[in-house]
């Protein structure tokens, strides 16, 4: 479902998307700026993903853990 918004672009970037809709053979201007929008969305979800894995990794990096091998640390393993 589409949610109708009043947007303010600046009048050089109106004159531009109303030639490049002409050009580009765009049905509407609202289709270039849906089209525009959802690239925009696209890659600011991708930047945000990134941040997210960045700071899962920092705070994998901090966590403490437990050491698997210390039930088994000084035996020796020839003798089983």
Avoid: W
């Avoid at 009043?6 to 004159?15: A, G, R, V």
């Avoid at 089209?35 to 700071?55: F, M, P, Q, S, Y």
């Amino acid at each position: 479902m589409l949610i109708p918004t009043k947007i303010q672009i600046d009048k050089t970037n109106y004159e531009f998307i109303k030639h490049a809709c002409k050009t580009l053979h765009y049905k509407s201007l609202s289709e270039y700026m849906r089209e525009a929008i959802n690239t925009k969305v696209a890659e600011d979800r991708k930047k945000l993903r990134e941040l997210e894995r960045i700071a899962a990794m920092e705070m994998i990096d901090k966590a403490s853990y437990d050491n698997i091998f210390e039930s088994i640390e000084g035996e020796d393993f020839e003798s089983r």
